[in-house]
């Protein structure tokens, strides 16, 4: 069974940058849709950016972030990417990463239910 860890969050100020990581253990699914979510105490966990795993350049990002997230993998190292430029308070939130065993409708890319392997998060606090 793979497990998925996340860790790189942290409390940055308006403005700043952080990149979060995403470990496969023992190693990430070989194709398929792995995605980045994003969840606070108010809101539902919604997803913000998506990759196609086969060829790596199929990247798809709800607006909100479109522009300041970049979502990437490295399969020799089994890791997932989110890398956050210009944060703003909105951005604070758990991030997951979550990975599909099956190959999804493109409409369903971002939703909780089409990724059945998930990591425990890690919190990202934007201060203003």
């Known amino acids: 069974q793979v497990l998925l860890k996340e860790s790189g969050g942290g409390t940055v100020r308006t403005g700043g940058s952080l990149t979060l990581s995403c470990i496969g253990t023992?190693?990430?699914?070989?194709?398929?849709?792995m995605a980045w979510f994003r969840q606070t105490s108010e809101k539902e966990r919604e997803g913000v950016a998506v990759v196609w795993t086969v060829n790596g350049a199929s990247t798809f990002y709800v607006d909100s972030v479109r522009g300041r997230f970049t979502i990437s993998h490295d399969h020799e190292k089994n890791t997932l990417y989110l890398q956050m430029k210009r944060l703003m308070p909105g951005d604070s939130a758990m991030y997951y990463c979550?990975?599909?065993?099956?190959?999804?409708?493109?409409?369903?890319?971002?939703?909780?239910?089409?990724?059945?392997?998930w990591g425990q998060g890690t919190q990202v606090t934007v201060s203003s």
């Open positions: 023992p190693t990430l699914p070989k194709s398929g849709y």
């Open positions: 979550a990975a599909s065993t099956s190959v999804p409708d493109y409409d369903d890319i971002f939703r909780t239910s089409t990724y059945s392997l």
